[in-house]
């Protein structure tokens, strides 16, 4: 059984976040991975440009981060994957959809998926639409485009 744990820096706690767990794990049903705790963090701009600064020499904002971990741990007798942790601005996330000209529940979902496949150990050169990873990032946002997150 996966476990996602959903926290927030500079805001509270989103209402959705129920939603928003259950849709990552569903993603990561359809990527057959078991036994995965995944942490997520919700922020804004300031914070995750910080980070982007940080770790990647990067000093602007962008939309999610992940920071991979990659540990297997034993807790009560169970293996457990300790992936790593997806960062998300929702406030990027918000200029993105109104770039993109698509909801922001469909950018939400994108930026989730884009961060597990990260820790999943897929990676891309660019933002081209030809990039594996990017193919599949789309292909799971189509077949999950009924599981709503945002209200």
């Known amino acids: 059984m996966n476990r996602v744990e959903v926290q927030a820096e500079e805001d509270p706690l989103p209402p959705w976040t129920d939603a928003a767990k ?7 049903e359809r990527l057959h991975r078991d036994t995965w705790d ?3 963090l919700f922020c804004g701009d300031a914070y995750i440009r ?10 602007e904002s962008t939309d999610v981060l992940s920071f991979a971990l990659g540990e297997t741990i034993t807790e009560a007798g169970e293996r ?32 989730l998926i884009h961060g597990i496949l990260h820790l999943d150990g897929w990676d891309h ?27």
């Open 22 to 28: 259950r849709f990552m794990l569903n993603v990561l």
């Open 38 to 40: 995944l942490s997520v």
């Open 50 to 59: 910080n980070l982007n600064a940080q770790f990647r020499q990067q000093d």
């Open 80 to 111: 457990r994957y300790l992936p790593g942790d997806i960062i998300v601005s929702l406030e990027t996330l918000a200029e993105n959809a109104r770039y993109f000209q698509v909801s922001e529940d469909e950018e939400l979902r994108r930026l």
């Open 125 to 151: 050169g660019t933002n081209e639409a030809h990039e594996p990873m990017l193919q599949l990032q789309e292909r799971l946002v189509a077949e999950l485009a009924g599981e709503r997150i945002l209200p």
